[in-house]
């Protein structure tokens, strides 16, 4: 169980938008920045969004992140079948003194 | 090119140990903190331990405490992970990444796979 939730799947059609959720406390979330990685199957993750909604040069902006509170969410426009992947939220927990990451969302573009 | 190289994973018996290294390259070593992450199969992604650039601070998971032990030699711009008392549970591919400035892993290495059986 981890101490940020995210959704375990989201889907939508190719062209479609899709947001997907993390939810976390003060400690984390609430105080910290918040990263968003991609992981395609087979491969290790890659970073998509830093310091709540900045991308990393390359990153399509496609691809957007917010933070709100205890929660961030990303969001994705235009879906492509190549943005099938594994989705993390990731920050830093101030009273645990460690790096956080979601459970992971898996995105199907149908 | 910014690279991240890990290696000496393999199969060990539950209560070996094993120490996995990362070999740097591509920028400058000495200025960076340092993570291990790990993936078990088919789970997500979960953090193990993260350096300062100097060592001063190392911070574990709290499953990895007292078991597992990182260090860096900035001289050789390596990162080592060693690893006691394993278990079958910490079968897993063992991620080095970067810390870059808001703290976000922005580069990764391609993942040496540790497996724990008898």
């Known amino acids: 169980q981890s101490v940020l939730t995210q959704p375990p799947s989201v889907s939508a059609a190719p062209g479609q938008k899709v947001t997907i959720s993390c939810s976390g406390s003060?400690?984390?979330?609430?105080?910290?920045?918040v990263s968003w990685y991609q992981q395609l199957p087979g491969t290790a993750p890659k970073l998509l969004i830093y310091?709540?909604?900045k991308r990393p040069s390359g990153i399509p902006d496609r691809f957007s992140g917010s933070k709100s509170g205890t929660s961030a969410t990303l969001g994705i426009t235009g879906l492509q079948t190549g943005d099938e992947a594994d989705y993390y939220c990731?920050?830093?927990?101030?009273?645990?003194?460690?790096?956080?990451f979601g459970g992971g969302t898996k995105l199907t573009v149908l | 090119e910014v690279q991240v190289v890990e290696s000496g994973g393999g199969l060990v018996k539950p209560g070996g140990s094993l120490r996995l290294s990362c070999a740097a390259s591509?920028?400058?070593?000495?200025?960076?903190?340092m993570n291990w992450v790990r993936q078990a199969p088919g789970k997500g992604l979960e953090w193990v331990s993260s350096?300062?650039?100097?060592?001063?601070?190392?911070y574990y998971a709290d499953s990895m405490k007292g078991r597992f032990t990182l260090s860096r030699d900035n001289a050789k711009n390596s990162l080592y992970l060693q690893m006691n008392s394993l278990r079958a549970e910490d079968t897993a591919v063992y991620y080095c990444?970067?810390?870059?400035?808001?703290?976000?892993?922005?580069?990764w290495g391609q993942g040496a796979l540790v497996t724990v059986s008898s």
């Open positions: 990444a970067r810390s870059a400035m808001y703290g976000e892993f922005d580069y």
């Open positions: 350096i300062s650039r100097d060592s001063i601070h190392i």
């Open positions: 003060s400690s984390n979330i609430g105080g910290n920045y």
């Open positions: 591509g920028f400058t070593f000495s200025s960076y903190s």
């Open positions: 990731e920050t830093w927990d101030g009273s645990l003194s460690a790096v956080l």
């Open positions: 310091d709540n909604d």
